[in-house]
């Protein structure tokens, strides 16, 4: 095995975690952790390939998005309503004690997030889903 795909493998698996503590923490963000993951493990083996397909991980949180280059509306909606409730309870507890600063930063990644899955990450159908 090269030295190239030992990269790869490496470097997907590290996108593997931090996408899958992602999924819980939506300060860190799943689907980009989860394409770079797929684009190391097609570079450096097949089978790696074909098991993160087949992952429940992927189906849920991908595969729409890599097969039909958007998000089911549950999806996004899921996603928003984490982040907002997660971001928002940070923005409280540090507002609470004076900290504006780390209030005004949480605010503005709140907003990219919002602008960005509510206008550049189009929205598909459920029967065009991917089943």
């Not at 097949?46 to 849920?60: A, C, H, S, V």
């Not at 998005?65 to 999806?75: A, D, I, N, S």
């Not at 540090?94 to 900290?99: E, L, N, P, Q």
């Amino acid at each position: 095995m090269g030295i190239k795909k030992i990269i790869f493998i490496v470097v997907g698996c590290i996108c593997l975690a931090l996408g899958t503590v992602g999924v819980f923490l939506p300060i860190l963000p799943t689907t980009p952790f989860y394409l770079i993951t797929l684009y190391c493990f097609a570079r450096s083996s097949k089978r790696l390939e074909d098991w993160f397909k087949g992952t429940k991980l992927y189906k849920k949180h991908l595969e729409s998005f890599v097969e039909k280059r958007g998000m089911l509306p549950q999806t996004k909606a899921s996603i928003l309503i984490t982040v907002t409730l997660l971001m928002g309870l940070g923005i409280f507890f540090m507002a609470r004690k004076g900290i504006w600063v780390p209030c005004i930063i949480l605010g503005v990644v709140w907003a990219v997030h919002l602008i960005y899955f509510l206008f550049f990450v189009k929205t598909i159908k459920p029967e065009e889903g991917v089943k």
